[in-house]
């Protein structure tokens, strides 16, 4: 019964920015940790930022600290992904899920996380 919808993806210039929304059905998303992923071809799903929902603990991976930031819209049991000065190496696939942890010191780790969306591509490239 829990679904999450992705949207916002595209092809942008390095530089640019771009704002990944994730609407959430099933859960009260306030009660849960939210967190994105990407993956890209070839390489693990890494944790990109996540957030609890007891503490509003807010984790962003060294890569894009200070360019990424998650923000919960619990009116519209919504989380989105705010990604500034993005960099070619930010070029994959990213994904949104909950009903896992998030670590204050290592983030969000795939295999703890039961629910996805569907992934949405963000190419970064001139």
């Known amino acids: 019964q829990v679904q999450l919808v992705e949207s916002g993806g595209g092809s942008v210039q390095p530089g640019e920015s771009l704002r990944l929304s994730c609407s959430v059905s099933?859960?009260?998303?306030?009660?849960?940790?939210i967190a994105w992923f990407r993956q890209v071809p070839g390489k693990e799903r890494e944790g990109v930022a996540c957030t609890s929902g007891i503490g509003e603990d807010i984790y962003y991976a060294d890569s894009v600290k200070g360019r990424f930031n998650i923000v919960r819209d619990n009116a519209k049991n919504a989380v989105y992904l705010q990604m500034d000065s993005l960099k070619p190496e930010d070029t994959a696939v990213y994904y949104c899920?909950?009903?896992?942890?998030?670590?204050?010191?290592?983030?969000?780790?795939?295999?703890?996380?039961?629910?996805w969306g569907q992934g949405t591509q963000v190419t970064v490239s001139s």
């Open positions: 099933g859960i009260t998303l306030k009660h849960y940790t």
């Open positions: 899920a909950t009903d896992g942890f998030c670590y204050s010191d290592s983030g969000a780790r795939p295999s703890e996380y039961d629910y």
